[in-house]
């Protein structure tokens, strides 16, 4: 066995081992030193010899150096010889590939814990629940390594001090915490899904992975309805990946995008995850869902059902308002009523000032104006929208369609 032998087994199992290690010891920081100390033995070791089981020796190697750090501290001595005196059972050691258990759920919790910041509980998810390494983790995120290494000590710091347990929250408040778990979900999608910088449209790699944490929730939860919504909406809109960029990484606008080339399995996995979605009424990432739904179900941007659309930008204006769900409105009335509704809409965020430095309100007005024939201010606002955005896939884009105007 090689690294990548390795590190798909970690990828895989990582979740499991850490959240098994965090109830024995009781110690999140410690089971996930120790998970990581076991890859790092295993990266040296499996190539000489392979396990026959390869998930059951990462445990047994994680226990055993966390039995070892646990020894090297006097002041838990007790814990210890607790630990220790308790032989791993032969599930403990060699863990059923096929069993989602609770342990994963409250990792879940304590990784997106409201007592850390919104950049750490992304960076602590995708790390011990993901089991993505610190330097893929500062790849996807365009960002230092030391940076996400500290994000990640910091939280592990934070959660000590904060004597967080590891243990599922109260029944009372679940739903309400799980709302903070849902939404570090949406980030690390967004990001794959849209890259606010860098050289690349999408970052596959990041949509994919909270994909997999998305349906590992699901499985765990399958009575949440917006469990399955944000699952619905990342299926759907990862169905349009294939299309979303030409051979040499430049977006495709979806008026251009090629349907055949959708992923018509995603599609039907997020039409699945909407029916159960709805089964008591949809919260905001269901409609959400709804929305990418009537997208998937159009032959053409000329054919599809703007009015719906528009009716579920409404809905989900009422129950989670944001200048960005105005924004997408205004698209979408553009495309049902014409640019000159849509217009007023943006002109009415623009005098809020509610989006101070995103490309996108320039970037939708200036298409509007274009459309009313206002080609001057239509250039100047995708020229501001170009200067704004940080991405250079988009920002070609933007300065093609103002160069486009004369």
Not at 105 to 118: D, E, I, N, Y
Not at 251 to 264: F, G, H, K, S, T
Not at 301 to 316: Q, S
Not at 371 to 396: D, F, I, K, T, Y
């Amino acid at each position: 066995m090689d690294a990548a032998d390795v590190e798909a087994v970690w990828r895989i199992e990582s979740a499991r081992i850490v959240a098994a290690l965090t109830r024995l010891t009781g110690d999140f920081a410690l089971a996930e030193d120790a998970a990581q100390e076991a890859v790092a033995e295993a990266l040296v070791s499996w190539p000489l010899a392979a396990p026959a089981s390869p998930a059951g020796w990462l445990m047994a190697t994680a226990r055993r150096r966390a039995i070892d750090a646990i020894r090297r501290r006097a002041a838990l001595r007790d814990r210890y010889a607790l630990l220790a005196a308790d032989p791993p059972t032969d599930e403990e050691i060699d863990p059923d590939p096929d069993r989602i258990d609770d342990d994963i759920l409250a990792l879940m919790f304590v990784s997106c814990h409201p007592v850390l910041s919104r950049e750490t509980q992304v960076a602590l998810t995708l790390r011990v629940v993901g089991g993505l390494s610190s330097k893929e983790i500062a790849r996807a995120f365009l960002l230092p390594v030391p940076t996400v290494q500290a994000r990640i000590t910091r939280g592990k710091k934070t959660i000590a001090a904060a004597a967080v347990p590891f243990e599922l929250p109260p029944s009372d408040q679940r739903r309400e915490r799980l709302g903070g778990v849902l939404s570090v979900l949406y980030v690390i999608f967004t990001e794959g899904s849209t890259a606010t910088s860098g050289d690349r449209l999408l970052r596959p790699d990041v949509a994919y992975e909270a994909i997999r944490l998305a349906r590992t929730l699901a499985a765990l939860q399958p009575d949440e309805p917006e469990v399955h919504g944000l699952l619905a909406l990342f299926e759907l809109t990862a169905a349009r990946f294939p299309a979303r960029t030409g051979p040499d990484g430049s977006p495709v606008l979806l008026e251009d995008q090629d349907r055949q080339q959708w992923d018509y399995s995603a599609i039907r996995r997020g039409l699945a995850a909407l029916t159960k979605a709805s089964a008591r009424g949809l919260g905001p990432y269901g409609l959400q869902a709804a929305i990418a739904a009537v997208h998937a179900a159009a032959p053409s941007v000329e054919a599809t059902d703007w009015d719906r659309i528009v009716l579920l930008y409404e809905a989900l204006g009422r129950v989670a308002p944001s200048p960005v769900v105005e924004l997408n409105r205004a698209v979408a009335v553009a495309m049902a009523s014409g640019p000159a509704q849509a217009l007023a809409i943006v002109d009415e965020l623009v005098a809020s000032d509610l989006l101070p430095g995103s490309h996108l309100v320039p970037a939708v007005r200036g298409e509007l104006l274009a459309r009313l024939g206002r080609r001057p201010q239509a250039r100047a606002e995708l020229e501001l929208a170009a200067r704004l955005c940080a991405n250079q896939r988009e920002r070609s884009v933007l300065l093609r369609k103002a160069a486009l105007l004369g």
